[in-house]
């Protein structure tokens, strides 16, 4: 119901979406259920000319069934819920799948610093790749993500992924995402974190894994940098003609 307006792009993203249908559908039953009984009731019971109003204890067993019955399927739809929420909370916040790759989410008044590794595949080395409100991941790969705050509470949240996370300061909080979908998708702090906290957003981009390698690349500081082979061919190449004329003629 919810991929209708805000697009699925994570692996457990349909999952969450199917326990927020089941709890729509069985708490909108109950409510159109209490709502008819409750008008039906008060037209029946309305004010008529010349019929005195009756006092109803609620004693009687044929008094008390419009509560009991209701009370347990009621409360037989609580443990359907119950079941689906704790296998839900189960596989995304309580579970950690084998990582592809680990990146390192820092947030602060206001923006989003994203650190991730390079070529190496490892974090904290001179390949890292830093980036600033914006985040590119690979589609199908399993992600661990290290999130922290610099300052005050902050929450990373993907819409698109539904994926929520709190970041409290001094601490270090481990969670995942698997994306699904190629595509651009937003990110939002969700906690009130200060005057700039409505313009504290970033993107989160999901690559195929050869848009990802060009982008890794292009980014990654040991990758941009010269190896010694290439200064060294680099210095053995001759001047180009028209620049050794010029030399001449000066």
Same mark, same amino acid.
């Given at each position: 119901?919810?991929?209708? +307006?805000?697009? *699925?792009?994570?692996?457990?993203?349909?999952?969450?979406?199917?326990? &927020?249908?089941?709890?729509?559908?069985?708490?909108?039953?109950?409510?159109?259920? *209490?709502?008819?009984?409750?008008?039906?009731?008060?037209?029946?019971?309305?004010?008529?000319?010349?019929?005195?109003?009756? +006092? &109803? =204890?609620?004693?009687?067993? =044929?008094?008390?069934?419009?509560?009991?019955?209701?009370?347990?399927?009621?409360?037989?739809?609580?443990?359907?819920? %119950?079941?689906?929420?704790?296998?839900?909370?189960?596989?995304?916040?309580?579970?950690?799948?084998?990582?592809?790759?680990?990146?390192?989410?820092?947030?602060?008044?206001?923006?989003?610093?994203?650190?991730? @590794?390079?070529?190496? /595949?490892?974090?904290?080395?001179?390949?890292?790749?830093?980036?600033?409100?914006?985040?590119?991941?690979?589609?199908?790969?399993? +992600?661990?993500?290290?999130?922290?705050?610099?300052?005050?509470?902050?929450?990373?949240?993907?819409?698109?992924?539904?994926?929520?996370?709190? *970041?409290?300061?001094?601490?270090? %909080?481990?969670?995942?995402?698997?994306?699904?979908?190629?595509?651009? +998708?937003?990110?939002?702090?969700?906690?009130?974190?200060? &005057?700039?906290? /409505?313009?504290?957003?970033?993107?989160?981009?999901?690559?195929? @894994?050869?848009?990802? $390698?060009?982008?890794?690349?292009?980014?990654?500081?040991?990758?941009?940098? @010269?190896?010694? $082979?290439?200064?060294?061919? $680099?210095?053995?190449?001759? @001047? *180009?003609?028209?620049?050794?004329?010029?030399?001449?003629?000066?």
């Amino acid at each position: 119901m919810l991929t209708r +307006y805000v697009e *699925a792009a994570s692996s457990y993203a349909q999952d969450i979406d199917g326990l &927020i249908t089941l709890i729509t559908v069985l708490v909108g039953f109950w409510f159109l259920v *209490a709502q008819a009984v409750l008008f039906g009731l008060i037209f029946r019971f309305r004010a008529k000319q010349g019929v005195k109003a009756q +006092y &109803i =204890s609620g004693e009687e067993k =044929s008094q008390k069934r419009w509560v009991t019955i209701p009370h347990m399927l009621v409360l037989v739809c609580d443990v359907f819920i %119950i079941v689906g929420a704790v296998r839900v909370w189960t596989d995304v916040k309580q579970t950690l799948p084998p990582a592809d790759h680990t990146v390192r989410i820092v947030s602060q008044q206001w923006a989003w610093t994203f650190i991730q @590794p390079g070529p190496d /595949g490892k974090l904290d080395t001179e390949d890292d790749i830093k980036t600033i409100d914006e985040l590119h991941v690979k589609e199908g790969a399993t +992600y661990h993500f290290q999130l922290l705050s610099r300052d005050v509470l902050h929450s990373f949240s993907v819409p698109a992924f539904r994926l929520k996370q709190d *970041a409290v300061p001094g601490r270090l %909080i481990t969670g995942w995402f698997k994306p699904t979908r190629p595509g651009a +998708y937003d990110i939002q702090c969700a906690e009130i974190c200060g &005057i700039g906290h /409505g313009i504290m957003a970033a993107r989160l981009f999901v690559e195929t @894994p050869e848009e990802h $390698q060009k982008w890794m690349e292009k980014l990654s500081p040991v990758a941009r940098a @010269p190896t010694p $082979q290439a200064e060294a061919e $680099q210095e053995n190449t001759p @001047p *180009a003609e028209g620049a050794s004329a010029g030399a001449g003629a000066e």
